[in-house]
């Protein structure tokens, strides 16, 4: 009954910026982990960041230093700031959420990058 849902993508061109949200549709717990990841055509799902329920983050090699994950944990809202985007970025963004084992997973966002 817990459904992810996510907003914020779209079109940029490269070297903009764009801020994905992701928020459950029901909080009736409150999940440990969040994150996102992405996949791009023809290539497998990766990660891009993620956030425990205990603040620490990890970055995917292509986010370092160029996107930011941020957490609302009482409410189940993880956000994602992307700046300084490329066409390389241009992939399905997906969030994720793991409650004690199970990994829910939104139907994903588009990212599309430019000129």
């Known amino acids: 009954q817990v459904q992810l849902v996510e907003s914020g993508g779209g079109l940029v061109q490269p070297g903009g910026s764009l801020r994905l949200s992701c928020a459950a549709s029901?909080?009736?717990?409150?999940?440990?982990?969040m994150g996102w990841y992405r996949q791009a055509p023809g290539k497998e799902r990766e990660l891009v960041a993620a956030y425990t329920s205990g603040g620490n983050t990890r970055y995917g090699d292509s986010a370092a230093g160029r996107f930011t994950i941020s957490r609302d944990i009482g409410k189940n809202i993880v956000y994602l700031r992307m700046n300084s985007l490329n066409p390389q970025d241009t992939a399905q963004y997906y969030c994720m959420g793991n409650y004690r084992g199970t990994v829910y997973w939104g139907e994903g966002t588009l990212v599309t990058v430019s000129a």
């Open positions: 029901r909080n009736i717990f409150t999940f440990n982990d």
